[in-house]
């Protein structure tokens, strides 16, 4: 059973800063991609950021310059580094794994943890 557990969300003042942590766990053998997505209130979930194996990034035009993402594959962890945050970057902030592979061979397409929330407000 695969699982992703994120932390490090919370309440922080408008150009403050949040450091989010997801940890995968279950038998892991290597995930393709790692990312953190997000959902606002009456809105769709939207990607933020995402991180290949290898170290490639891609981030949503929102928060480019701002966030930053990272990995470490020994511990199948991945991070997002949030600087200068605002009020619009409020909402649920998810883990997400793209192509999870086991040890025992099973296979993950897509994977989600429980979600984090984060508020950016005076």
């Known amino acids: 059973q695969v699982q992703l557990v994120e932390s490090g969300g919370g309440l922080v003042q408008p150009g403050g800063s949040l450091r989010l942590s997801c940890a995968a766990s279950g038998n892991i053998f290597t995930i393709n991609i790692m990312g953190w997505y997000r959902q606002a209130p009456g809105k769709e979930r939207e990607l933020v950021a995402r991180i290949s194996g290898s170290g490639t990034t891609d981030y949503a035009d929102s928060v480019k310059g701002r966030f930053t993402i990272s990995r470490d594959n020994a511990k199948n962890m991945v991070n997002l580094q949030m600087n200068s945050l605002k009020p619009e970057d409020t909402a649920v902030y998810y883990c997400?794994?793209?192509?999870?592979?086991?040890?025992?061979?099973?296979?993950?397409?897509?994977?989600w943890g429980q979600g984090t929330q984060v508020t950016v407000s005076s």
């Open positions: 997400n794994t793209d192509g999870l592979l086991t040890y025992s061979g099973d296979y993950y397409r897509n994977s």
